[in-house]
C-alpha cells in the first residue's frame, strides 16, 4: 500500500516508516524538518510541510491509501498541534478521497485509569489532555474510517509483537508500552481492519488478555 505518514521524525513515527518499509510498503513522510530522518531509503519520500496546513495536505495526499498521525506535542505546555492538525488531515482526506486514518491518542482520557491518572489529567498533563480529546472529537465526528489507538506510557523498548488491546477502555497488562509495538499494532490494524471508527486501549503482555499475535520476542 502506499502509506502517509505524519509525526515521522517522532519515536512513533520513525518505528512507522520502518516497519512498514520492511513490510514492503511505500511511504511518504510528511514532516517540518526533512533533515532531521537522515538518509534516504528505498520506497521512501519525504514532503517538507505544516501538518495544520488543510491545502499543502491535500496537494501531497493524493493516491495514498491510508494516513497514520503520531505526532507529539513539544512539552507539557500550552498546544494546540493536535487539534490543528486533525482538523486539517481531516479536512484533507475527505477532499483527497483517503478514508482510512490511523492516529495516536493517550490512555490518560481512560476515565477507568483510576484517581492518580485523573490527577495528572488535571494536573501536569492538562494541556496534552485537553489538545488529544479535541483532536478525538474532530476525528470521531469525520466521516473517515479511523482508528484511535491510545496506549500508556511510551519506551524505547524493543519491537516485541506481544501486547493486549481492548475496545473503549484499558485492557489487563502492564502500564508500560514501546513505541515499537505501538506502530507495529498500527500496521497490524490497517492490515486487518479489527478496530475501525473504535478507540483501542493497549497494554504491554504482562499479565494480559487478548494478546495481538506478531513477532515473537526476540
Known amino acids: 500500500m502506499r502509506l502517509f505518514v505524519l509525526g515521522a521524525t517522532g519515536g512513533i ?13 511505500t511511504v ?11 538518509a534516504s531509503r528505498e520506497r521512501l519520500t ?15 495526499l493524493s493516491g495514498h491509501d491510508a494516513v497514520f498521525s503520531a505526532l507529539g506535542p ?29 492516529i495516536v491518542s493517550a490512555a ?39 482508528t484511535i489507538a491510545r496506549p500508556p506510557r511510551l519506551t524505547n523498548g524493543r519491537l516485541t509483537g506481544r501486547y493486549a488491546v481492548e475496545d473503549e477502555r484499558m485492557p489487563r497488562g502492564g502500564p508500560l508500552v514501546s513505541r515499537a509495538d505501538v506502530a507495529h499494532f498500527l500496521l497490524e490494524e490497517l492490515e486487518r481492519n479489527e478496530h475501525v471508527r473504535r478507540m483501542v486501549g493497549m ?14 520476542p526476540g
Open 13 to 25: 513515527g520513525r518505528q512507522l516508516l520502518t516497519q512498514s518499509l520492511e513490510r514492503g510498503h
Open 28 to 38: 511518504t513522510a510528511f514532516v517540518r524538518s526533512p533533515q532531521k530522518l537522515g
Open 46 to 60: 519525504v514532503l517538507e510541510g505544516d501538518p495544520r496546513s488543510a491545502t499543502e495536505l491535500q496537494a501531497a
Open 74 to 102: 513539544p512539552g507539557p505546555g500550552k498546544t494546540t498541534i493536535h487539534r490543528d492538525a486533525a482538523r486539517a488531515t481531516v479536512t484533507a482526506m475527505e477532499s483527497a478521497g483517503v478514508r482510512r486514518l490511523l
Open 108 to 146: 490518560i482520557l481512560f476515565d477507568s485509569q483510576g484517581f492518580f491518572f485523573r490527577l495528572l489529567r488535571s494536573t501536569l498533563l492538562r494541556n496534552i489532555a485537553e489538545d488529544t480529546e479535541a483532536m478525538e472529537r474532530i476525528v470521531t465526528a469525520s466521516r473517515l474510517d479511523y
Open 203 to 216: 497494554a504491554s503482555a504482562k499479565g494480559a488478555r487478548g494478546l495481538v499475535p506478531g513477532v515473537e
